[in-house]
Structure formats: structure tokens, C-alpha cells
């Protein structure tokens, strides 16, 4: 479908990691939540020259429901007024509660990592289609409700294959019939937007359901042996997020690279904290805070990220210097396999040893199954 050489499919924030994966033999997606059109304009071009014809995809997020989604769209300035003093008030206690400093007064908008802009409106997201439909993209990739008909139609005018996530068997069952090419099949073990189905129950579940739409298996898939289970249960290949926060290219910080190194499985938390629907993301001060009795309920998509995002912004702005109080606060999107993210290593190197791992693995259990029985130690004797 594609012409790769490993079903390695490698969603991404950052334009490094997707052209080092299509580089490497898999597929980049380079996920365009928040880029403007001209930024990913930008970045698409630069992918582009680095993979000169390889192919590669972009990712957007395109939810059913969001605040506004019943009047065709919205405008930010109204949005902004539908966000309550309240939970203004208690984030700014919060900030202040870890001696978090104000934005310096004529601060640079793009300083620190935030979650503001996210663009999942229809209005806002067709000029970035039309820019990705400008590359020739190879896939186009959307989350949190099925592909919208035109957007279908447009792909495949042009012979793009359209890709949707989904989290449950009822998903994915409307995301094909809506027109995708390809489900990914994304259990809760994963980093970002998840749902609440374990990867192993939810992958030969879709496969059968959706037979014949290929199906990649995405939540809980960082190496070879998790990739040839993917196989195992009938996916044609693998969509991995988190693995690729801790390589050389990734556009995470120090802090939060530190953080991934050092965390367990068990750091994880599914929260509505940073975007208003629930995502697992890194256990920390923010998210334990968000879970307190007396915190408020968090807003829906796109009003929390609205309300969020200078904290976000401020935050991340002095997490790394020495001493910070900040940085327990410090949190993003990662899936449980953080617990096995433990040595820094480079995007290539991820793809050459998934492969490596996988074709062993499956060798073990051929043999495990096909070698002549070893005879038990009683008839040893
Ligand atoms: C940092 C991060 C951001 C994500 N953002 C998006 C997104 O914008 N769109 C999307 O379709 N999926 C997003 N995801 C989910 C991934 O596409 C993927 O399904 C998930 O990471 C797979 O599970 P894994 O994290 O165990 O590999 C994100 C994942 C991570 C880790």
C-alpha cells in the first residue's frame, strides 16, 4: 500500500523524527494539531527535500465533539468567554502553590511548550489539508471521530489513503464505513487521546471486524517483541507515538526526556487535564492536582487547552533551571511503555532493532511450535 519496508508507522510532533523513520525504512506522520498552515507548510517541504520521495503522512484531529462543534465552528473570541473564573482562579493558586513566574511582560509567544491552538475545527483545519494535499502526502491520519465525507472524497481523488484511530470496536466499524483505508487500532496503553480497551482485547477484535481494511495496531508497542505480538494478533503493522519522545530527533525538552528516562509503567495517568478529553499523559504535580477533591471539573475540547496554555507556556518556561519548583508540574503525552524508555537512543537505531527483534521473535515461536518435542528428563533417565 505504501511501499515501505517495515510496517513501522511513526505518528509525531516533530518533522526530525518523521523524515528519520521514512529515512529508515518506515513512515513518518508528522501530526498538525497545532501548526498553522504555514508552518506546516514549512515543515513538509523540509521533510520532503530530507526523504527525497519517500513517503510520509500527516495526522490531524478531527473530534466529533468539542465545544461549538454544533454551530459549524467557533470563533476564539467567544470561546475565551465561555472559560469560568473559577477554574482560572484555582490554576492560578496552582501556579503560584509551585512558585511558577508570570510570562515576562513583552514574552515571546512561542517561548516554553504549550498546548494552546489546537486547530480541530473544520474551518480551521482545511487549509492545512490543503497544504498536506499540496506534498502528496501518502496517508492522511485523523483522531477523535471518523474522517469527514469530504475530506474522504478529497483523498481519494487525488489516490491519498485515509487513515482513522479508534479506541473501540464501535469506532472502528464507523470510521470504515465512513470511508477509511486504514484503521488503527489504538488500545489504552497509549500515549495521547485514549480510550479505555486494552490493546491485546481491541486489535483482533477490529481485524476481524473490519476485514478486509488492514489494521495497525497502536498503545503499548515500543519494540520487537510488542511489534510481532501486533502481528500476532492480525495487525498488518504498527502506529508508534511514545517511543520516539526519547530519541536524539524529539522535539521534547530535557526536562521531560529526564522525567521519561526515569519513570515506571506506572507513572502514567489517563487525564482530561491538558486538553479536556481524557489522554494518558505523565503522572506528575499537575495531573495529581487535577485529580484533587476540590479541583475543578476539566472543560471541554478546546476550552481547556485554552485555559491551559499560558500555564503550560509558563511552566515549561523555567522547569529546567536548577532548582525550579516548577518542575513537578511538568507533564506530556506518553503511553506506558515509558517504563521501558530507559537509554536515549536515535530514530533509525528505534526501527533496526524493532526490526531485528521482531523477526527473532517470531522465529522463537515457529520454533516453539514446529521443533521435534525434547524428550523429558524421566525418559532421559
Ligand atoms: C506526545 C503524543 C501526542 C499525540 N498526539 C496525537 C495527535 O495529535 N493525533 C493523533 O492521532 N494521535 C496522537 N497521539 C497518539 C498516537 O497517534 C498513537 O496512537 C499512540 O502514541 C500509540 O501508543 P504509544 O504511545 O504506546 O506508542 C499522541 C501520542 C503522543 C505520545
Known sequence: MFGIDFPIFAFTHCRDVAAAVTNAGGLGVL???????EQLEVDLKWIADQTKGRPFGVDLLMPRKYVGAEAGGFDSTSLKSMVPNEHRQWLDELLERYGVPELPAAGDEREGRGMAGLR???????????????HRVALIASALGSPPRWLVDKAHAKGIPVAALAGRLDHAIAHKEAGADLIIAQGTEGG????????????PQVVDAVAPTPVLAAGGIANGRQMAAALALGAEGVWCGSVWLTTHEAETTPVIREKFLAATSADTRRSRSLTGK??????????????EPDAPTPLGMPLQSMLIAEAQRRIHRVAHQPDSTARPLVTYFVGQVVGQMNVPSSARDVVREMVDQCIDAMERMNLALTAEPVPSSAENR
Open 192 to 203: 495521547g487521546h485514549t480510550g479505555e480497551i486494552a490493546t491485546m482485547v481491541l486489535v
Open 278 to 291: 481524557p489522554a494518558r499523559m505523565l503522572r506528575s504535580a499537575w495531573t495529581d492536582a487535577w485529580d
Open 120 to 134: 480541530i475545527d473544520p474551518k480551521g483545519m482545511a487549509p492545512l489539508i490543503d497544504v498536506a494535499f499540496h
Open 31 to 37: 501530526g498538525a494539531v497545532a501548526h498553522t498552515p
